[in-house]
């Protein structure tokens, strides 16, 4: 024979990354998330730090009061409260609640997920029948009924959105194991005697955590939008404490006098849900460019 | 070889498609799609069981008697056990009976159908207006992976992808109602009394729901599409034809991202219907959604049980519209890929 | 200057210097990087290879299949016509109508969501005024022509209802609706089993002195090229590096890196159990070439004067290379094998 030839590539690959493309690459993935990390430390540290007014409880002499205004920065509700201190303390139910969603979704939903697809035979087909179930359900719809039944709460808002969020990332993880499944190493270790929570915790768990990783941060803005929409039912966090959904939904009211009421919130959760998804996005082609 | 020749070969092919895998293909997915309905409606009834306090004290208010609670009970057949009520409820909602909503006393099923048909014509504007938008869209990006076009694509449809749908709803309303007062921010006209009327009022929600719908299909369309050119050796074997770019983006490629875009509608279908629950409550439109939200305001049992459970079925069988479509359309499935 | 083959009448292909270049993530790939060859009306040239080195690029330059980024310099003149340059519109009528081309993968390179009839048609349609009709009867000819067999029926199947040799003849049946006169078989038969090699194998051939058509044989499997080609080129990290007729090769072969692939093909007579021979090391990285000979490093004949690159010259007539050290190439027949850039 000759010399052996794996694939007809056009070109030999060049495995060192140019300066250009890495900086880009580096540019996708820092400049979300360093939008998030000031997101969040403004959320959590903001009110800490800065001289802000409680979110609740405002002087209702001080309504409607507009944008830089004194002590008001984005000025007022129509309840006299500091849209600023609102947003700011809205932002961290979204973010709490998205970040609830996602470790519950990712760990019951994961784990579900990569057992039904390492054991696969009648596991995989009824554990997935039932998540199909779920998936068949339109979300917002079980999102809905659920937290009516549960009464609105932050923990109403992840608990409703795990209904959601479990069987979507049982999906992909259940997807992402599946071509584990057949790989040697697997072979190798099952062949070892190793226990199957230890090949889950060993082999799988690291191999599909790029996925799943990605899968969370497009998950992320996706749960702060429904979380948004739940509030903006009034199904999501109570009033009068604060949310992005909550405040949208309060400024429908007076759209045509003050969109500012309706365009604050709106922005930030515009912001956060978009550096999600661009933080998701640049991971998944760094991930799929390997 | 004769046209008669030709015709006979097609119809040698459509009676061997009818008798072969993709018939049994199709029983298949009908029949599974039998325990996914069950198992929804199992699902509605268990989760709006769920929902706390006493419906006949909701119904009758706080000043009932207890007397007068326990005749409600059993008027509304609480007494029995819950499985007793969901196969009753299921051997009437098979029927097409979905059972009268004790707060308004009328019969549920004209209803849903009313709403139904509101819902359906927003979703199918959306929908189509999505799709119409997202294929030349998304052909024209990947035509120059990299270029302008394909770049700007990007960019619009990762907004699409950010915004929310009720904040994208406001900001619409802001902008044509509020400000240049061309459209109708609420109500809705029925088709039977002005044709455009109805569609002014469904205008402005039919782009709520459809821009990021459109995002999604354009990012998946254009993906797939640059994928395929990139990587597929049948790409080369039409170029090496001669057969001009644009007809290979066409008649090659987009054939065959085409079917994985019809799984992606199918699979959005869940995500879509719950976004017009809201998309109808911002712009007050008479649909299932906001019946759903006017019956959990009203802790109307019956109709919330109603319409989530067509919500669901709807969702079901779109998707397995999509899932039969596709097994007709691509026939690496309907032979039965070796 | 020019190689033997040229001297005589019928001249089809002339291709000079030929140099690609791409730009892969940043920098820029030498894929091609000096390729010259002749081949005439009718006649089966072997272009070899291993994976990188150029020889599939090299192809594709002539079909003008190139992504975006490539750079090409040199001349390639298809019957007087430059090649090199051309714009995009109008190497496109070329393309399956003078020159056409066969890829590895039969299952790849068909369309899989459309009937196989309608593949052929299309690439006929395309270079003819055919009606459908016409067109469609022209397809079965087609697929006669390559021994399809039940021609009528498969018209209308779907690729993967077939066998990869069946899926090949299909291609090669595409290939042929432009009636080109230079087919391209870029390692035509590498996906294939063994028996079906020799079936698609032959019917090249047979083409080829049917419709008078001439090949041009990309493969890495120099046993297969000197058995059928009429010439040989070999090329290595992007340059030809020797050219001559198969039966000169065999006679006196002159550079080191064919002497070692003709040594890496087995043989009956080679003791039985002995190891076979590999030529150690890697191909250089296109994007990183060395200085002077690129086989240097993994040479056993390499001297201080491969430093400097070595010109592709025709040295004797007819045979081309490009080494220093020609002369101490050892000849093929005889079983030492094991002292020359081959090791056991």
């Known amino acids: 024979m000759a010399i052996a030839e794996a694939t007809p590539s056009v070109v030999a690959g060049a495995p060192l990354e140019p300066p250009a493309r890495t900086w880009l690459r580096r540019l996708g993935i820092i400049v979300p998330a360093a939008l998030i990390a000031l997101v969040v430390l403004a959320c959590f540290l903001g009110p800490l730090v800065l001289p802000i007014p409680e979110p609740t409880g405002g002087n209702i002499l001080e309504a409607y009061l507009p944008a830089f205004s004194p002590g008001h920065i984005l000025g007022t509700d129509p309840n006299g409260n500091d849209i600023l201190s609102r947003i700011l303390y809205g932002g961290r139910n979204s973010l709490i609640v998205a970040v609830g969603v996602t470790v519950v979704g990712q760990t019951i939903g994961g784990t579900f997920g990569a057992l039904s697809a390492y054991f696969g035979g009648a596991a995989d087909t009824l554990i997935m029948r039932v998540f199909d179930v779920f998936i068949a359900f339109p979300a917002l719809v079980l999102i809905i009924a659920v937290a009516q039944s549960l009464g609105p709460s932050v923990t109403t808002a992840i608990l409703a959105l795990s209904f959601f969020g479990i069987p979507a990332v049982a999906r992909v993880s259940r997807a992402a194991t599946l071509s584990l499944r057949e790989q040697p190493f697997m072979t190798a270790a099952k062949l070892c005697g190793t226990p199957w929570w230890r090949v889950l915790l060993r082999h799988i768990a690291p191999n599909i955590a790029p996925q799943l990783i990605t899968f969370a941060m497009l998950g992320m803005g996706l749960i702060i939008v429904l979380e948004g929409a739940l509030s903006f039912l009034g199904l999501g966090i109570p009033p009068p404490a604060p949310s992005w959904g909550n405040m949208i939904a309060e400024g429908q009211a007076s759209l045509s006098a003050t969109p500012m009421l309706v365009i604050w919130p709106s922005l930030a959760l515009f912001i956060t849900v978009l550096s999600f998804n661009l933080l998701g996005e640049s991971l998944r082609s760094l991930w799929s460019a390997r | ?338 | 200057m020019t190689p033997a083959a040229a001297l005589q009448s019928g001249l089809l292909l002339e291709v000079r210097d030929l140099r690609v270049t791409f730009t892969r993530g940043g920098r820029r790939v030498h894929a091609v990087n000096g390729l010259s060859y002749d081949l005439d009306e009718g006649e089966l040239l072997a272009i070899i290879g291993e994976s990188g080195s150029g020889k599939t690029v090299g192809a594709r330059t002539l079909m003008g299949l190139l992504p975006p980024s490539a750079r090409v310099s040199g001349s390639a003149r298809f019957d007087g016509t430059e090649l090199v340059g051309m714009p995009e519109p109008q190497i496109r009528h070329w393309r399956g109508s003078e020159i056409a081309m066969v890829f590895q993968d039969p299952t790849r390179s068909l369309n899989p969501t459309m009937r196989i009839g309608r593949q052929i048609t299309e690439a006929i349609r395309q270079h003819s005024e055919l009606d459908r009709d016409a067109a469609k009867e022209r397809a079965i000819e087609l697929l006669k022509l390559v021994h399809l067999p039940a021609a009528e029926r498969r018209f209308y199947e779907y690729p993967h209802q077939m066998s990869g040799g069946m899926r090949q003849r299909v291609v090669i049946a595409i290939a042929l609706a432009g009636e080109p006169r230079l087919l391209i078989a870029d390692e035509a038969t590498s996906a294939l089993d063994v028996t079906t090699q020799a079936q698609i194998m032959a019917l090249l051939l047979e083409l080829q002195e049917r419709l008078g058509m001439a090949i041009i044989l990309i493969s890495h499997d120099l046993g297969l090229a000197a058995s059928y080609a009429q010439n040989v080129v070999v090329m290595y990290a992007g340059r030809a590096v020797e050219y001559a007729t198969a039966r000169q090769l065999f006679a006196g072969v002159r550079m080191p890196y064919t002497r070692a692939l003709l040594g890496a093909i087995p043989q009956l007579e080679r003791p039985s159990h002995g190891q076979l021979p590999v030529i150690t090391g890697q191909p250089p990285d296109p994007a990183a070439l060395p200085e002077g000979c690129p086989f240097r490093p993994r040479c056993d004949l390499a001297t201080d004067k491969c430093a400097e690159s070595p010109p592709f010259l025709e040295h004797e007539p007819g045979h081309w290379w490009a080494c220093w050290n020609a002369a101490a190439v050892p000849a093929v027949v005889g079983d030492d094998v094991d002292d020359d850039g081959v090791r056991s």
């Not at chain 2, 409606?41 to 326990?70: M, R």
């Not at chain 2, 997202?134 to 990006?141: I, K």
């Not at chain 2, 921010?185 to 459809?210: M, R, T, W, Y």
């Open chain 2, 1 to 338: 070889m004769t046209a008669v020749a030709e015709r006979q070969g097609y119809r040698g092919a459509w009676t061997q498609a009818l008798r072969s895998p993709v018939s049994r293909l199709v029983v298949k997915r009908l029949l599974l799609a039998i325990p996914i309905m069950l198992g929804v409606t199992i699902l509605s009834f268990w989760v709006v069981s769920l929902i706390p306090g006493n419906a006949a004290q909701a119904l009758l208010g706080p000043e009932a008697t207890p007397d007068q609670i326990h005749t409600m009970e059993l008027q509304l057949g609480l007494d029995k056990p819950a499985y007793e009520r969901y196969l009753d409820w299921l051997g009437h909602a098979v029927r097409g009976d979905l059972g009268t909503s004790p707060v308004s006393g009328q019969p549920v099923t004209p209803q849903l159908i009313d709403g139904l048909a509101v819902t359906s014509e927003l979703l199918g504007l959306a929908l189509i207006g999505a799709l119409v938008l997202a294929v030349p869209v998304a052909l024209g990006a990947a035509h120059r992976p990299g270029g302008l076009f394909d770049r700007l694509s990007i960019f619009v449809s990762m907004i699409g992808l950010s915004v929310a749908n009720y904040v994208l709803a406001l900001v619409l309303v802001l902008v044509f109602s509020v400000k240049l007062a061309m459209l109708p921010a609420i109500g809705f006209v029925p088709l039977s009394e002005s044709v455009s009327g109805n569609l002014k009022s469904l205008i402005l929600p039919a782009i709520a729901i459809g821009f990021p719908l459109f995002s999604i299909y354009t990012r998946f369309l254009r993906g797939d599409l640059v994928d395929q050119q990139q990587s597929q050796d049948y790409v080369v074997t039409a170029q090496a034809k001669g057969v001009d770019p644009w007809r290979v983006l066409v008649r090659h490629t987009l054939r065959n991202s085409s079917f994985g875009l019809i799984a992606v509608v199918g699979l959005n279908l869940g995500v879509l219907i719950g976004v017009t629950v809201i998309i109808e409550q911002i712009f007050a439109l008479p649909g299932l959604g906001r019946l759903l939200l006017q019956a959990v305001s009203a802790r109307d049992m019956v109709v919330i049980q109603a319409c989530v459970v067509v919500f669901a079925v709807v969702t079901v069988l779109g998707n397995l519209a999509a899932d039969l479509l596709q097994t007709v359309l691509d026939p690496r499935i309907r032979y039965g890929d070796r």
